[in-house]
């Protein structure tokens, strides 16, 4: 890593004395996980910082977090990396700059970044379109059983066609329920209307104008929850949505519905989520987001044939993991160098 930084530095009749006052400006940076190449080609081709990086697609243990950003100019970490006080703390005052490589921030001590005058970048839009894909196919696989029928065929299950055997729950007709008509929430509407949706509710802070472009219909929660056939979840962590999806929603849903969660774990009480499935309270539920995460593999849900539970891969496409990548990189060097980032959240 050293050898890329060094190697775009400006050379001219001294080499030796400009490369060492080339190296003492340098800005230390850290990086908390294996990144997309073209990320790393980003950040190193810059000539300004040296890189280090938690060489794994293992998170960084937390004793080798507070050691690597120790003097840290720039911090590009993930969703998984808790960034608070002690982080802050560990980095010092050369901090300029937090780079996430996510569109959530709430592993992020905000209030005490702002303190302390750190610009954070982060990459919405980048996966609206992966996220919104995925989104949709985890709600067709979970409700038309699609594990579970992959699963009879492996174990010899399948012995003949029977006419009720792995029935589902089709989306010709239906009702869905969106929570959260933002950016995600909206790609999502436009996916599932050409599968013959016939209404589509949604629920939010306020009204949104881009609705009617998906025919969108604003309703309260309740009704939201009572009239529809699938209910996705694609809003932001705050604290009014926190534990949001819990025993009394799932009572208000109809007992045909299917729950579908890509926002954020902490969305859902997932012992609400447990006792709705096993009890026979909602007919099927589809996540791509846990808590914790991973979710433990002795974890109830995972005892469901009817709870489908992804390992949150819904920017996963070799695509959108390079373009936020880069994204982070480029968001991290605009702080390094005070100047306006791609992306930068509004503290």
């Given at each position: 890593?050293?050898?890329n930084?060094?190697?775009?530095?400006?050379?001219?009749?001294?080499?030796?004395?400009?490369?060492?006052?080339?190296?003492?400006?340098?800005?230390?940076?850290?990086?908390?996980?294996?990144?997309?190449?073209?990320?790393?080609?980003?950040?190193?081709?810059?000539?300004?910082?040296?890189?280090?990086?938690?060489?794994?697609?293992?998170?960084?243990?937390?004793?080798?977090?507070?050691?690597?950003?120790?003097?840290?100019?720039?911090?590009?970490?993930?969703?998984?990396?808790?960034?608070?006080?002690?982080?802050?703390?560990?980095?010092?005052?050369?901090?300029?700059?937090?780079?996430?490589?996510?569109?959530?921030?709430?592993?992020?001590?905000?209030?005490?970044?702002?303190?302390?005058?750190?610009?954070?970048?982060?990459?919405?839009?980048?996966?609206?379109?992966?996220?919104?894909?995925?989104?949709?196919?985890?709600l067709?696989?979970?409700?038309?059983?699609?594990?579970?029928?992959?699963?009879?065929?492996?174990?010899?299950?399948?012995?003949?066609?029977?006419?009720?055997?792995?029935?589902?729950?089709?989306l010709?007709?239906?009702?869905?329920?969106?929570?959260?008509?933002?950016?995600?929430?909206?790609?999502?509407?436009?996916?599932?209307?050409?599968?013959?949706?016939?209404?589509?509710?949604?629920?939010?802070?306020?009204?949104?104008?881009?609705?009617?472009?998906?025919?969108?219909?604003?309703?309260?929660?309740?009704?939201?929850?009572?009239?529809?056939?699938?209910i996705?979840?694609?809003?932001?962590?705050?604290?009014?949505?926190?534990?949001?999806?819990?025993?009394?929603?799932?009572?208000?849903?109809?007992?045909?519905?299917?729950?579908?969660?890509?926002?954020?774990?902490s969305?859902?009480?997932?012992?609400?989520?447990?006792?709705?499935?096993?009890?026979g309270?909602?007919?099927?539920?589809?996540?791509?987001?846990?808590?914790?995460?991973?979710?433990?593999?002795?974890?109830?849900?995972?005892?469901?044939?009817?709870?489908?539970?992804?390992?949150?891969?819904?920017?996963?496409?070799?695509?959108?993991?390079?373009?936020?990548?880069?994204?982070?990189?480029?968001?991290?060097?605009?702080?390094?160098n005070?100047?306006?980032?791609?992306s930068?959240?509004?503290?």
């Amino acid at each position: 890593m050293r050898t890329n930084a060094f190697s775009m530095l400006g050379v001219d009749n001294h080499p030796r004395k400009t490369m060492m006052q080339g190296a003492r400006q340098l800005m230390k940076v850290y990086v908390t996980r294996r990144i997309p190449q073209e990320a790393m080609k980003a950040l190193t081709g810059a000539g300004v910082c040296k890189v280090s990086v938690w060489d794994s697609d293992e998170p960084v243990p937390r004793a080798e977090l507070l050691k690597g950003v120790s003097g840290a100019h720039g911090l590009l970490c993930l969703l998984s990396d808790r960034i608070d006080t002690e982080v802050l703390d560990a980095a010092g005052p050369n901090l300029k700059v937090i780079s996430t490589l996510s569109v959530g921030f709430d592993h992020l001590a905000i209030n005490e970044i702002k303190k302390r005058g750190v610009r954070v970048g982060y990459t919405p839009d980048v996966l609206t379109d992966a996220t919104a894909e995925l989104t949709v196919a985890l709600l067709l696989a979970t409700a038309r059983r699609l594990p579970e029928g992959v699963q009879e065929v492996k174990s010899g299950g399948w012995s003949t066609w029977k006419p009720l055997w792995l029935c589902g729950y089709g989306l010709s007709g239906s009702t869905v329920g969106i929570i959260g008509l933002g950016r995600i929430g909206l790609a999502i509407a436009r996916r599932l209307r050409p599968f013959g949706v016939k209404r589509l509710l949604y629920s939010g802070r306020a009204a949104k104008p881009q609705a009617p472009e998906v025919e969108g219909e604003y309703a309260p929660l309740d009704t939201l929850l009572s009239e529809s056939d699938f209910i996705v979840v694609s809003c932001s962590l705050t604290p009014d949505t926190q534990g949001l999806c819990n025993k009394t929603f799932f009572s208000k849903m109809k007992s045909t519905a299917v729950f579908i969660n890509t926002s954020r774990g902490s969305v859902v009480n997932q012992e609400d989520l447990y006792e709705a499935l096993s009890g026979g309270q909602i007919a099927a539920a589809g996540l791509d987001v846990t808590t914790p995460e991973p979710l433990p593999t002795d974890h109830p849900l995972l005892t469901l044939k009817n709870c489908v539970v992804l390992p949150h891969i819904g920017s996963a496409t070799y695509s959108t993991r390079g373009i936020m990548g880069v994204l982070s990189a480029n968001n991290l060097l605009a702080g390094l160098n005070g100047t306006p980032m791609p992306s930068e959240l509004a503290l």
